[in-house]
């Protein structure tokens, strides 16, 4: 059962295609340095194909929330769709989220820009959604690692082309 639904999009200033490859293809290591300050590491369980746990840990100076653990439900990269399920460790929405999954999908918006679509259903403990703050923060928590990747991609035209 679903208590809440969030959805936010962020335009980029790189193509579709590039965003892709960096962000949702599942090679961590390329990942892993377009977020260089905000993700100090990430380590796959499995294959990388759905079902695989991805462990993602969170620079100190990010704030509250350490390390997220998520499984990826579904990647269709035809669609440009990744679904996953979210389990926060650390941080104060941790202990509230009975389940959280997100959807992101990344469309074409131009020559060399994209616009990322974010859905996030969660259900909370005690059945009762979240306060309008806590939903932005939820969805700006993963708008942020994209900006994060675009910042770095816009830096470095040419080094994952």
Not at 42 to 49: A, L, N, P, R, T
Not at 56 to 72: E, Q
Not at 113 to 135: F, K, W
Request: aromatic letters at 4%.
């Amino acid at each position: 059962m679903v208590v809440g639904r969030v959805t936010d999009e962020c335009p980029v200033a790189v193509s579709v295609e590039l965003l892709w490859k960096v962000v949702f293809t599942g090679d961590v290591s390329i990942f892993t340095k377009a977020c260089i300050g905000l993700v100090d590491a990430v380590e796959v369980d499995g294959d990388g194909g759905p079902g695989s746990v991805t462990t993602m840990k969170l620079n100190p100076a990010v704030g509250d929330a350490k390390v997220f653990k998520t499984r990826l439900l579904a990647r269709d990269a035809a669609a440009r769709v990744v679904k996953s399920e979210l389990v926060v460790e650390g941080g104060e929405l941790a202990g509230q989220m009975k389940s959280q999954v997100s959807e992101v999908k990344v469309v074409p918006a131009g020559e060399g820009a994209c616009v990322v679509h974010m859905t996030v259903e969660y259900e909370r403990v005690d059945g009762a959604p979240l306060p309008p703050a806590d939903e932005a923060m939820i969805v700006q928590g993963y708008l942020s690692l994209i900006k994060k990747v675009e910042e770095y991609l816009v830096a470095h035209p040419g080094e994952f082309a």
